[in-house]
C-alpha cells in the first residue's frame, strides 16, 4: 500500500524568506501523480502544486516549486519570498492506479512578519 | 455555484443524535469525494462517488455512516447515533471526470462537527 510522510509537524519562516517543506512515499508504482495541498483557516483546501512521475522537469507555479526526486521517492515543496498568506497547512498528497488520493498529516507553516 | 459548498458549517450535536452534512458539487463535476479530518490529521477517504457507477464506500468507518448522491449532483453524509469520535471536520470535493484521474480536488470549506 502507498504511504506518503510529512515529517515536519511545524515549520517557521521569516517573511520574505525561502522555506521547504518535506514529504516522502512510498509506492511500488511507476505512474502517479504528487500534489501540494493548502489548508488556511478557511478550511478550504487548495491545490498549489501537481507533478507527474513520468516528467522529470520540476514543476513551478510562481512563487512555489517542487525537487522531485523519483528515485528517492521523495517530493518537497519550496516556497519563496514567503509572504504572510502562506501561513497555512500544507498537505502532500498521492494519486496512483487507484483515484483515490493518499495523504500525508500536512505541516503547519507559520510565517513571521 | 462558483465552487463546492457545504453546509452546515459547524454543527454541534448531543452523543446518539443523527446528523446530515450536505455538499453540493461544482456543477457539471462528475466525480464526488467526503473525506474526514480529525485535529492535526490528515484526511481520511470516507467515499466517493463517479456519475452513474456504484459508490465505492470502502472508507466509511461503520454502518452508522451513510452517503447518497441524487441526480448526480448534491450529496448527503449521514451519521446516526452520533458517538464523541465522529467529531472531525468533514470536506466534501468534487471534480471533473479528466481532473479526476489526474487527482485535481475541488474542496468545500467543510463541516465541523462537534459531538458533546
Known amino acids: 500500500a502507498q504511504t506518503v510522510t510529512q515529517s515536519q509537524p511545524e515549520m517557521s519562516v521569516q517573511e520574505a524568506e525561502t522555506v521547504t517543506l518535506s514529504c516522502t512515499y512510498d509506492?511500488?508504482?511507476?505512474?502517479?501523480?504528487l500534489f501540494w495541498y493548502k489548508q488556511p483557516p478557511s478550511r478550504q483546501m487548495i491545490l498549489v502544486i501537481r507533478q507527474e512521475a513520468y516528467k522529470q522537469q520540476n514543476a513551478t507555479e510562481n512563487r512555489f516549486s517542487v525537487n522531485f526526486q523519483k528515485a528517492a521517492k521523495s517530493f518537497s515543496l519550496k516556497i519563496s519570498d514567503s509572504q504572510l498568506g502562506d501561513a497555512a497547512m500544507y498537505f502532500c498528497a498521492y494519486r496512483g492506479s487507484n483515484y483515490q488520493l493518499i495523504w500525508g498529516a500536512g505541516t503547519k507553516l507559520i510565517i513571521k512578519p | 455555484g462558483a465552487g463546492v459548498s457545504q453546509s452546515p458549517s459547524n454543527k454541534v450535536t448531543e452523543k446518539g443524535k443523527d446528523v446530515e452534512l450536505r455538499c453540493d458539487p461544482i456543477?457539471?463535476?462528475?466525480?464526488l469525494y467526503w473525506y474526514r479530518q480529525s485535529l492535526g490529521q490528515g484526511l481520511e477517504f470516507l467515499i466517493y462517488?463517479?456519475?452513474?457507477?456504484?459508490?465505492?464506500k470502502s472508507g466509511l468507518p461503520s454502518d452508522r455512516f451513510s452517503a447518497e448522491r441524487t441526480g448526480g449532483s448534491v450529496s448527503t453524509l449521514t451519521i446516526q447515533r452520533t458517538q464523541q469520535e465522529d467529531s472531525a471536520v468533514y470536506l466534501c470535493a468534487s471534480s471533473s471526470t479528466r481532473a479526476a484521474y489526474t487527482g485535481e480536488l475541488f474542496f468545500g470549506e467543510g463541516s465541523r462537527l462537534t459531538v458533546l
Open positions: 509506492t511500488s508504482e511507476s505512474d502517479y501523480y
Open positions: 462517488f463517479q456519475g452513474n457507477s456504484a459508490p465505492d
Open positions: 456543477s457539471g463535476h462528475t466525480a
